[in-house]
């Protein structure tokens, strides 16, 4: 069987991009196969796929040498599209009709697991901080944002990007841009430039209860930034935590390394 067109699919299936559900439908198949191919060796792996809409990136994945491929897609009017398109998957594809902001993406596929995805921007963060929550069973995350969200995420202390998103993904992950991807790329163009980061979780992961506290630490540092931590940090420790973790109660947040913060939740958690 002959696979139709992306465009041919989409024009049978009557399906455009719906901007309550944050959709910029990505249609360059090179450039989706760039995109799958940031996800390395997927030879033996599982990889999840948020939002895939049309299939534009899940064509990708299937061209890879994945063993299984579950795509999330919480769009009713992508689904018919999205089964025909498992139709030439030989039973790898698997069509997950929920929203990913309240499933266990780990508990679709065995590991080892990835997750490569053209996330829609309304619900990119949130998503990104429960994949954290889990970053132990993953391996590895190829994740598109828009390119300010993905700055975010990569930036290093004492630049004006740099915030709680970037504390929780850079603990638990080395973190970098790898592709930078302009408006015109999508249908339809959004108003800002895109980027996908690629995540790597470390080895050693936090356990649950120290990355609630993590949690907890970046919300009051970066909730008030301009304020001295002194200030900031006063309704969970304040200036005594800061003398245990050995940091100056004047710094502000955007001054502390991973390293320091690492510290100040550690200390934050055995206090609880």
Same mark, same amino acid.
């Given at each position: 069987?002959?696979?139709?067109?992306?465009?041919?699919?989409?024009?049978?299936?009557?399906?455009?991009?719906?901007?309550?559900?944050? +959709?910029?439908?990505?249609?360059?198949?090179?450039?989706?196969?760039?995109?799958?191919?940031?996800?390395?060796?997927?030879?033996?792996?599982?990889?999840?796929?948020?939002?895939?809409?049309?299939?534009?990136?899940?064509?990708?994945?299937?061209?890879?040498?994945?063993?299984?491929?579950?795509?999330?897609?919480?769009?009713?009017?992508?689904?018919?599209?999205?089964?025909?398109?498992?139709?030439?998957?030989?039973?790898?594809?698997?069509?997950?009709?929920?929203?990913?902001?309240?499933?266990?993406?780990?508990?679709?596929? $065995?590991?080892?697991?990835?997750?490569?995805?053209?996330?829609?921007?309304?619900?990119?963060?949130?998503?990104?901080?429960?994949?954290?929550?889990?970053?132990?069973?993953?391996?590895?995350?190829?994740?598109?944002? +828009?390119?300010?969200?993905?700055?975010?995420?990569?930036?290093?202390?004492?630049?004006?990007?740099?915030?709680?998103?970037?504390?929780?993904?850079?603990?638990?992950?080395?973190?970098?841009?790898?592709?930078?991807?302009? $408006?015109?790329?999508?249908?339809? $163009?959004?108003?800002?430039?895109?980027?996908?980061?690629?995540?790597?979780?470390?080895?050693?992961?936090?356990?649950?209860?120290?990355?609630?506290?993590?949690?907890?630490?970046?919300?009051?540092?970066?909730?008030?930034?301009?304020?001295?931590?002194?200030?900031?940090?006063?309704?969970?420790?304040?200036?005594?935590?800061?003398? +245990?973790?050995?940091?100056?109660?004047?710094?502000?947040?955007?001054?502390?390394?991973?390293?320091?913060?690492?510290?100040?939740?550690?200390?934050?958690?055995?206090?609880?």
């Amino acid at each position: 069987m002959t696979l139709p067109s992306l465009k041919d699919s989409i024009q049978q299936h009557g399906l455009d991009a719906k901007k309550a559900l944050g +959709q910029h439908f990505l249609l360059d198949p090179g450039l989706c196969a760039r995109i799958a191919a940031l996800g390395g060796d997927l030879t033996g792996r599982s990889v999840v796929e948020i939002g895939p809409g049309p299939g534009g990136l899940t064509r990708a994945l299937i061209n890879t040498p994945a063993d299984r491929i579950d795509a999330v897609e919480i769009d009713e009017r992508a689904w018919p599209l999205l089964d025909e398109l498992a139709g030439y998957a030989n039973g790898r594809l698997h069509i997950v009709r929920q929203d990913a902001l309240t499933l266990d993406a780990a508990s679709l596929g $065995p590991a080892p697991r990835q997750i490569v995805a053209n996330l829609p921007y309304n619900v990119a963060t949130p998503l990104l901080i429960g994949w954290l929550r889990q970053a132990a069973s993953w391996e590895r995350m190829a994740l598109m944002f +828009q390119f300010e969200v993905a700055e975010r995420i990569c930036a290093a202390p004492g630049t004006s990007a740099y915030g709680r998103l970037a504390v929780l993904a850079q603990w638990c992950a080395q973190c970098s841009i790898a592709l930078k991807i302009p $408006p015109g790329a999508f249908s339809p $163009p959004p108003k800002v430039h895109s980027a996908v980061a690629v995540i790597i979780p470390h080895a050693e992961q936090p356990e649950p209860s120290l990355f609630k506290a993590m949690e907890r630490v970046t919300a009051a540092a970066f909730g008030q930034r301009r304020k001295m931590l002194r200030s900031s940090l006063k309704s969970i420790g304040g200036e005594k935590l800061l003398s +245990q973790a050995e940091i100056e109660p004047t710094r502000r947040a955007e001054t502390l390394s991973i390293a320091e913060f690492a510290r100040l939740a550690t200390l934050h958690h055995a206090d609880r």
